[in-house]
């Protein structure tokens, strides 16, 4: 039987939004411990961007150079684990892990990430953060003017075929089955010079995860550089509804701009509750958490 240690504040999740809120307790000399089960949803994607001063470097990299950094600060504590239970109890929580030691803390701050779901299409997943992307803000660049797909149907395909479209003229829309566009969207579209394709998708074929043809069902391959996709995604973690949080319309835990939650002393940071998934947003995120979190550390104790 392992004996329970505390901390001032346990952060669920090490990458960006957690250890960018470790640095900000470390440097406020709060015993942080800072549990991580080393799946970021970005682990295959080469580089990040959009990033100041980081542009461009490996999603990696930046977490590594983030965790050495931490080591200068003696009350932070990193730690591979896998929290699976926690429970709000006098004084804070307690968080138990699948390696058999829990920890109790004043504060928690979740700041687990999101899975994506992603389609059973060959060659997708493969794909996925390389040259099948999320979002334009942070590949949009180096894809720019070259031949490029959307895979959307309906309202949500047409914003996204739209917003893509600003990168490169040379684009075409997927909809992986009949359109359901309406007439008008997809005269904007076709106008624009959009290509409206309603094969459905058979196989993403692709070197090492480069994307270089999509084949349809209809016996087409065509050539591409890169392919946009929306995917639904889940919760990594259901820590939060174990403690009673409840999920928005579109699947993200609900705080306020700081990250504080419905639930005293629980904070959330990062993708978990913030639709821009980006590496930036996640590192402002987790810092305005952690300052908020030590500002009720001082009021509760002054």
């Given at each position: ?66 965790r ?10 990193l ?24 920890y ?7 700041a ?50 739209r ?61 591409l ?31 306020d701009?700081f ?37 009720e ?6």
């Amino acid at each position: 039987m392992h004996p329970d240690q505390s901390y001032d504040v346990l952060i669920i999740g090490g990458s960006y939004a957690g250890l960018s809120a470790a640095l900000v307790l470390g440097r406020a000399l709060r015993r942080v411990l800072v549990l991580d089960a080393g799946r970021p949803c970005n682990r295959q994607t080469p580089h990040a961007h959009g990033f100041l001063t980081r542009d461009g470097a490996a999603p990696a990299e930046l977490a590594a150079l983030a965790r050495a950094q931490l080591a200068a600060y003696p009350t932070v504590q990193l730690r591979a684990a896998t929290a699976t239970r926690a429970t709000a109890e006098a004084g804070g929580f307690r968080v138990e892990t699948a390696e058999g030691p829990a920890y109790r803390a004043r504060k928690l701050l979740l700041a687990t990430g999101l899975h994506d779901e992603l389609p059973p299409l060959p060659g997708f997943a493969e794909c996925w953060g390389i040259s099948v992307l999320h979002c334009p803000y942070c590949h949009g660049y180096e894809v720019h003017g070259q031949p490029l797909a959307v895979l959307g149907n309906g309202d949500t395909g047409f914003e996204f075929a739209r917003l893509i479209h600003h990168w490169s003229p040379d684009l075409r829309l997927l909809t992986n089955g009949p359109s359901t566009l309406s007439a008008e969207q997809a005269a904007h579209l076709t106008a624009r010079g959009v290509a409206i394709i309603e094969a459905p998708l058979q196989a993403v074929e692709h070197q090492a995860g480069q994307l270089h043809h999509l084949r349809l069902a209809d016996g087409t391959r065509l050539p591409l550089t890169a392919m946009f996709a929306r995917v639904p995604f889940r919760q990594s973690s259901d820590l939060g509804t174990q403690l009673g949080l409840t999920l928005s319309p579109t699947g993200l835990l609900a705080a306020d701009e700081f990250g504080r939650t419905a639930v005293a002393g629980l904070y959330v940071a990062g993708d978990n509750s913030s639709p821009m998934r980006q590496l930036a947003a996640a590192v402002a995120n987790g810092s305005k958490a952690a300052a908020f979190i030590n500002h009720e550390l001082i009021a509760e104790d002054f």
